[in-house]
């Protein structure tokens, strides 16, 4: 894609990025392969504090990006199953896919983000 065709970000914003993308595609492929072990099995307490912690810091980056009105958080007053977090953590995933897409190509000469500042 060409250049004019990407929007600008922060380089706060790519950073954040660079550091939660990685961890939640860990996270995402850990907790599906539980659900397809246990689908109905619930999270613990501590794993919910742990993935909310992450989804949090994602959640601060994306607040300005379309597809942010459907991100939340697990609840954690009443545990979900592995099958539900999958769900959760699939709309991250894809909110994040997007961020890239909208912020980061070539330029003409080499692949990079755009950024503002």
Do not use: C
């Not at 072990?37 to 742990?50: F, G, I, M, Q, R």
């Not at 592995?82 to 080499?110: I, N, T």
């Amino acid at each position: 894609m060409a250049r004019d065709q990407k929007e600008a970000t922060t380089t706060e914003k790519v950073r954040i990025y660079e550091t939660t993308e990685p961890l939640l595609e860990a996270l995402y492929k850990e907790i599906q392969d539980l659900s397809k072990k246990k689908p109905e099995a619930t999270l613990n307490d501590s794993k919910v504090k742990l993935i909310n912690r992450l989804l949090s810091d994602i959640q601060s980056f994306l607040k300005d990006e379309p597809d942010s009105k459907y991100l939340d958080l697990l609840e954690d007053a009443n545990l979900p199953q592995f099958s539900d977090v999958v769900l959760v953590l699939s709309q991250y995933s894809a909110a994040m896919k997007h961020f890239k897409e909208r912020h980061h190509g070539w330029d003409g000469a080499e692949h990079k983000w755009f950024t503002s500042r």
